[in-house]
């Protein structure tokens, strides 16, 4: 969790907007826009993965944010029951340094179940999805009225006088191709004194295999602890708390069904892997 404070981060150029990065001789990198002179770490399909030597952070190159059609699809299903919280969901939740009650945004939302919770909580909750299925299922199934289905730009442009005392985004900021930006627009959202409240998986975690999710297009973006709080440091942010997940008994069963998974049914592994591969 972090506390906003100084807002003298640059803005990213209109020219590099809403446009796929290219990968050159020598990458730049989207959050501290230092080059990164290494090689390649990893390559999957037509991208290519990259680390930061000034901050920590490993980034796939080329990227471009799909639309909200393919989020629809990539996730579609979620919207059939309501999903347990998240670690994430858990950890803020408990935070004693959290604000209790206030106006919070949930950014990327999905079904509402933590602003659901959130509500529970004594919070006044907003949520934006661009999944509009799931932001379906907030409004009819959950009541969360206010679960809208768009972009921060959008909101920002439909709501531009709007502020919250908190702001959350919950594994979203790794699917950011231009996280600068995001980051400048979450800043907008958030009151005076505010804070913002974030997870993103950890690339240090315990894996038997590839996650086949953390892939391009649907991941862009690689965290460990360090490059997260380097990040939000040089965009004006106190950090308050940060928290990793332990490989708890649950989450190491979780992986090692997973590896059977991919050993008893490689063929269907390797036909969702050609899906993030285009």
């Known amino acids: 969790m972090t506390s906003q404070s100084a807002m003298s981060a640059g803005r990213v150029p209109e020219a590099e907007r809403d446009r796929p990065s290219e990968t050159a001789a020598v ?3 989207p959050a501290c826009r230092e080059t990164s002179r290494g090689a390649a770490i990893e390559r999957y399909g037509s991208y290519k993965l990259f680390g930061c030597g000034a901050c920590g952070l490993q980034f796939w190159e080329p990227r471009k944010m799909p639309d909200a059609q393919w989020y629809e699809q990539m996730y579609g299903g ?3 029951n309501l999903l347990p919280l998240e670690p994430g969901h858990k950890y803020f939740l408990a935070d004693p340094l959290a604000a209790r009650g206030g106006e919070l945004l949930d ?3 999905g079904t509402g179940n933590f602003l659901a919770a959130a509500r529970e909580a004594g919070y006044g ?3 934006i999805e661009l999944d509009g299925n799931a932001a379906r299922f ?3 199934r959950l009541g969360l009225q206010r679960v809208l289905p768009l972009t921060i730009s959008d909101f920002a442009e439909q709501h531009a006088e709007e502020r919250f005392d908190l702001v959350t985004f919950f594994e979203v900021l790794e699917h950011q191709a231009a996280p600068v930006e995001f980051l400048q627009k979450v800043k907008a959202r958030v009151r005076p004194g505010g804070v913002i409240a974030l997870s993103v998986p950890n690339r240090e975690r315990w894996l038997t295999g590839p996650d086949v999710l953390d892939y391009p297009p649907n991941h862009f973006l690689r965290w460990n602890a ?3 709080r380097k990040f939000l440091s040089a965009q004006g942010f106190e950090i308050l708390s940060i928290r990793e997940q332990p490989a708890g008994l649950a989450h190491t069963a979780q992986m090692i069904n997973q590896r059977c998974a991919r050993g008893c049914r490689k063929l269907r592994w390797e036909e969702h892997r050609r899906v993030f591969a285009t």
Request: proline share 6%; aromatic share 0%; hydrophobic share 40%.
């Open 125 to 127: 909750v907003t949520g």
């Open 107 to 109: 950014i990327g939302c």
């Open 226 to 228: 360090a490059a997260l």
């Open 27 to 29: 990458p730049v990198c």
């Open 78 to 80: 979620r919207d059939e």
């Open 138 to 140: 907030a409004r009819e």
